[in-house]
Each structure stands twice: as structure tokens, then as C-alpha cells.
């Protein structure tokens, strides 16, 4: 490539940002020793970060534990049930009222493009938690995985209290 093309290259593409998930500590190595990690956000145990920004009398709305990208939810009941088979139809309609709220709130804060809502239900599926929880996974047009390295791109990282605190805000400004 000539120095000409690069620099054509540096003035074409608008400026664009990325965004890109700051893992919490033992996200990337041991995970908290508790016998079930989503009891545990319920039962507010010190040992587990507290990433939760919604509850009400039979569920609650955290940021995942584990997000891989922002906005990246988590939606269950507060019984310790492992398969959806196992839920009242209150906490069902309730998962699925703040599925399609959090969808609404990404959408508009973030400009995601997409979702993948979710469960993984048993062995075999992905699921790494036993007790049975709603993922709802914004998807951007850029995601960093796609990242062409010539493109003008500034990543922005996002840490997941940081996200709680956004996103908890938006949750109880937003009627629904
Ligand atoms: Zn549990």
C-alpha cells in the first residue's frame, strides 16, 4: 500500500465506535463458591457481584454475569427452578414483559440493531447455570468480533457496574 492510499484510506470512512465488554475478575478465571449463583444475586451474597437493576416479587432483571455485550441481560425467576417447564404462568408472562421492555430500552439507549433472547435449557445446550434465566443479547452492526482493522474505529469499553447503572436508570424512567 502507498503512503497516497493510506491516507485516503484515513479520510474516507466516518468516525465510528465499537463497543467492546470489560470482563469482571472471575469471569475470566474461578467463579464464587456458592452453590447457585443466580440464589445468590437474589439473596444479595457478597460473594457474587450485584449487577441486578430491576427485581419485583417473583423475578429479577440483572446484567449478565458474564456479559459479552453491553446491554447483555439476564432475566429469572427468583425460585430456584431449572427448567422452564417448572414455571408458573405469572412468572412466565412476567420474563416475557421484561424481555420485550429490555428490548425496548437498548434499542433506544444503544441503537442495537438486533437481539438473540433466549434460554439454554440443560446439558448440552451452552448453559452454564442451572437455574432457568432469560438471555436477551443486544446485537450491534459493528461488533468487534467484525472489526476490519483499517477502518476508523475508537472501541468503547463498557464495565458491567457501568452498564447496571445506565441501565437501571432507563428501567425505572421507562413505563411499560
Ligand atoms: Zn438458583
Redesign the pocket.
Known amino acids: 500500500m502507498s503512503l497516497n492510499e493510506e491516507e485516503n484510506l484515513e479520510l474516507k470512512p466516518p468516525r465510528m465506535n465499537l463497543f467492546s465488554v470489560n470482563k469482571l475478575e472471575y469471569a475470566k478465571g474461578e467463579r464464587p463458591k456458592v452453590?447457585?449463583?443466580?440464589?445468590?444475586v437474589?439473596d444479595k451474597n457478597p460473594l457474587v457481584d450485584n449487577l441486578q437493576i430491576f427485581e419485583s416479587d417473583l423475578t429479577i432483571v440483572s446484567v449478565n454475569l458474564y456479559p459479552y455485550n453491553p446491554g447483555h441481560l439476564i432475566i429469572f425467576p427468583k425460585r430456584?427452578v431449572t427448567n422452564i417447564t417448572e414455571l408458573t404462568d405469572e412468572e412466565a408472562l412476567e420474563i416475557h414483559k421484561f424481555t420485550a421492555k429490555a428490548v425496548q430500552i437498548i434499542s433506544k439507549a444503544w441503537g442495537a440493531q438486533g437481539f438473540n433472547v433466549g434460554y439454554n435449557l440443560g446439558r448440552n445446550s451452552g448453559g452454564s447455570i442451572?437455574?432457568v434465566h432469560q438471555h436477551v443479547v443486544p446485537r450491534f452492526p459493528n461488533e468487534v468480533g467484525f472489526l476490519d482493522v483499517f477502518s476508523n474505529t475508537r472501541i468503547v469499553v463498557y464495565e458491567p457496574y457501568k452498564m447496571k447503572k445506565e441501565l437501571a436508570q432507563l428501567w425505572s424512567s421507562t413505563d411499560t
Open positions: 452453590d447457585c449463583i443466580l440464589c445468590a437474589r430456584h442451572a437455574h
